[in-house]
């Protein structure tokens, strides 16, 4: 096949690609800049200049193609609604080319706060009002019904790895500037995690073989304790692990206060079973114990 990835030069992407490449696929990459067209090329795929902004460049490279992977999304926090609408409207532009096609459709979304208290499987239905991006979630299930193969892929909170400029690399940066490495109360909250070339290796199976309307978990570990993710960060920058109350967790933690306090946890078996995917990478902790993410130029 050849597929188009937006995002290709992101971090998920560029392992999505890599991935799909070694099953033999073509793969072309939405680069809007001559430095994500870099980074696409030195990956082996293809470049497709445009913009998830420009939406005729968005259509030509899905005609252009036999599947899409669509991970590109803006992650500025101050522009949440803005981003969501361009999301939606992208995956609006790419369907209407693939429908009717039964062609592929692997779109990236998240488990965080998905089903508060217990354990998120595949089948929980996210409640629209958490987070203005389900809409683009439940956009491209919709899909499946007009002749698209599409699946969505709900990623941990955590996709880590060497190289990782997410959420593990901002903890470790936050205890890195303030000498401590905190948890929030009694540390008990839980966060999802996945090695970012597992998760790399299940959009490419979803490419290869998601039934239309499947909803899949890239997770690898259902729920690691904020307590014991603070304490390997502490470890590895030398660093006394502490307690920060929840009522102090914004002054010391950010944005990221709000992510961290919430306990979520997802379950991977029904992807597992469908899929055959089976997690082979580095846990969490034994990835913060390899030291990488505490390297002076890491953040
Ligand atoms: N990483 C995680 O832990 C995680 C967890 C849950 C869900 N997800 C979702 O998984 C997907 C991939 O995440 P990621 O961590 O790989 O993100 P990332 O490293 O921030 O990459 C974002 C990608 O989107 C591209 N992009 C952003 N705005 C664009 C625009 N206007 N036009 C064209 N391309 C644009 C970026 O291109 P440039 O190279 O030009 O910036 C980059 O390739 C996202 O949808 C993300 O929300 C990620």
């Not at 991935?19 to 030195?42: C, F, I, P, Q, Y």
């Not at 890239?218 to 014991?228: F, H, L, N, Q």
């Amino acid at each position: 096949m050849r597929v188009f990835v937006t995002g290709a030069s992101g971090w998920i992407g560029s392992a999505v690609v890599s991935e799909l490449l070694k099953s033999g696929h073509h793969v072309l990459g939405l680069a809007r800049s001559d430095t994500a067209a870099a980074a696409v090329a030195t990956l082996g795929a293809d470049v497709h200049r445009g913009s998830l902004d420009d939406l005729d460049s968005l259509r030509a490279g899905t005609a252009a193609s036999d599947g899409v992977v669509h991970l590109g999304y803006n992650h500025d926090f101050s522009r949440i609604q803005q981003a969501a609408q361009t999301d939606l409207q992208a995956i609006n532009a790419i369907g209407a080319i693939l429908e009717g096609t039964d062609r592929p459709l692997v779109i990236a979304s998240g488990v965080l706060g998905l089903a508060p208290g217990r354990i998120a499987t595949e089948r929980d239905v996210p409640d629209p009002s958490l987070h203005p991006r389900i809409a683009s979630a439940q956009a491209a299930l919709s899909l499946a019904t007009r002749g698209v193969r599409s699946s969505i892929v709900r990623f941990a909170p955590t996709v880590h790895g060497p190289g990782d400029h997410g959420f593990m690399a901002t903890l470790a940066g936050i205890a890195r500037d303030k000498g401590i490495s905190g948890y929030i109360d009694d540390g008990t909250s839980r966060w999802p995690a996945v090695h970012r070339l597992d998760a790399g290796n299940l959009v490419g199976r979803a490419v290869d073989d998601a039934p239309a309307g499947t909803v899949l978990h890239a997770v690898a570990e259902d729920g690691v304790p904020t307590r014991a993710i603070a304490e390997a960060i502490g470890r590895g920058l030398n660093v006394p692990v502490v307690s920060v109350p929840a009522e102090q967790a914004s002054d010391h933690f950010g944005w990221l206060a709000r992510f961290f306090g919430t306990d979520s946890r997802a379950s991977n078996e029904l992807t597992r079973e469908l899929m055959g995917w089976e997690p082979t990478h580095p846990t969490l902790i034994a990835d913060l114990q390899e030291g990488h993410y505490f390297e002076s130029s890491s953040r």
